[in-house]
């Protein structure tokens, strides 16, 4: 087996509006880096030290890796559970069919990396490792645009792990959209289940665009209570997609400190509600900074990504910046083939904003108006 890194590392970003300083191409607060270091049997981990300190190293056995922490047997038997917020990296040694899958899902031939990670499930025997594996194939499905497998996939890491660190893949819908037959019945389905939670959320986001709308939302307002941390933030935003139409100031400051409790890798989604309701209240230059938010911090959520460099761009025009606007149509095109509609829409704008501008022609001089002559 090859012997590669998955690393887990936070970052922060100090980004301005798109108009005075164009954005990096991407910045992700959680990275999947896969890097081959030769071969070897043992894992080794890297945790965060405490109150500041310099980060942990240490040698042993992953045991498992949930969302309640990595158990570790250490070189000499003992064994530790660490929090999942800790841990920053985990180096083991993967099938050559993953390392092969990671290659292909870098170079964005999904397709030949979901072939390869199907074969990496067969022959890995390690469960944690499998729901990575999983977690993986998902972001493929949503790449590809395979909603239904997509959700298949997320629920079977959450039947396993319902608090998974994977949860940022999960496949939620963020605007309406016609839902295929197979997706709509497999929903109904899971809205009629009691666990896992994580199932039922995505049943309520794809019902929310059906006839059992109101079904859908009632479930969303339990689930907004739910005892996954992440479950109940995005049950609460998915709610937001009902009232978008109707939502105002106070509910877009609502919405702003709500997503900033919200844990950042589940940010992307609910952002892209505020900056609609941003840009519907007229607050271009806000709606701007948080499409771009999107942009920036989430680029892994291809379509949100797409979608948001759109938005920004279309709300760039409207204070005037049309040079920022046309950058940004152009980061579209190139960084999100796959796109079509959003990179149907870019290509418009590009096209219209490459005319010049319409300059009237100056009106002809009135004649002077005579005084009117008096009368007898």
Do not use: N
């Amino acid at each position: 087996m090859s012997r590669c890194l998955l690393e887990i590392s936070p970052s922060s970003a100090a980004f301005g509006l798109a108009a005075r300083r164009r954005p990096p191409a991407w910045m992700a607060i959680v990275m999947l880096t896969v890097a081959c270091e030769g071969t070897g049997a043992e894992d080794t981990i890297v945790i965060a030290g405490k109150d500041g300190q310099a980060s942990l190293r240490s040698t042993g056995e992953v045991v498992d890796y949930t969302g309640a922490g990595l158990v570790f047997r250490h070189a000499g038997g003992r064994e530790q559970t660490i929090p999942a917020g800790q841990v920053l990296e985990v180096q083991s040694p993967w099938v050559p069919a993953q390392v092969a899958a990671d290659e292909k899902f870098q170079q964005g031939r999904y397709e030949e990396a979901l072939h390869h990670y199907r074969e990496a499930l067969d022959k890995e025997p390690r469960q944690w490792v499998k729901r990575l594996i999983l977690s993986q194939s998902v972001w493929c499905f949503r790449r590809t645009g395979q909603s239904l497998p997509a959700s298949l996939a997320f629920v079977q890491i959450c039947r396993q792990d319902p608090a998974t660190p994977y949860f940022d893949s999960i496949p939620l819908p963020w605007e309406t959209r016609p839902v295929p037959p197979a997706l709509e019945e497999q929903s109904r389905k899971w809205l009629a289940d009691s666990e896992p939670s994580a199932a039922r959320l995505l049943a309520c986001g794809w019902l929310l665009s059906t006839s059992q709308k109101p079904e859908a939302l009632a479930a969303l307002r339990q689930l907004s209570s739910d005892s996954q941390p992440a479950v109940a933030f995005l049950a609460e935003a998915q709610i937001w997609r009902t009232t978008l139409l109707a939502a105002g100031r106070a509910e877009a400051e609502r919405w702003q400190t709500r997503i900033d409790r919200m844990p950042a890798p589940l940010q992307a989604g609910p952002l892209l509600l505020l900056a609609q309701l941003q840009s519907r209240l007229e607050q271009s230059e806000q709606a701007a900074i948080t499409f771009m938010k999107i942009a920036i911090l989430h680029s892994r959520h291809a379509e949100l990504a797409a979608r948001s460099l759109l938005g920004a761009g279309t709300e760039l025009e409207k204070i005037g910046q049309r040079d920022e606007a046309s950058r940004l149509y152009e980061e579209l095109v190139a960084q999100y083939p796959d796109s079509a509609d959003s990179v149907g829409q870019a290509k418009q704008r590009l096209e219209e904003l490459a005319q010049p501008k319409d300059v009237s022609p100056p009106r002809p001089a009135s004649p002077p108006r005579q005084a009117p002559t008096p009368q007898p």
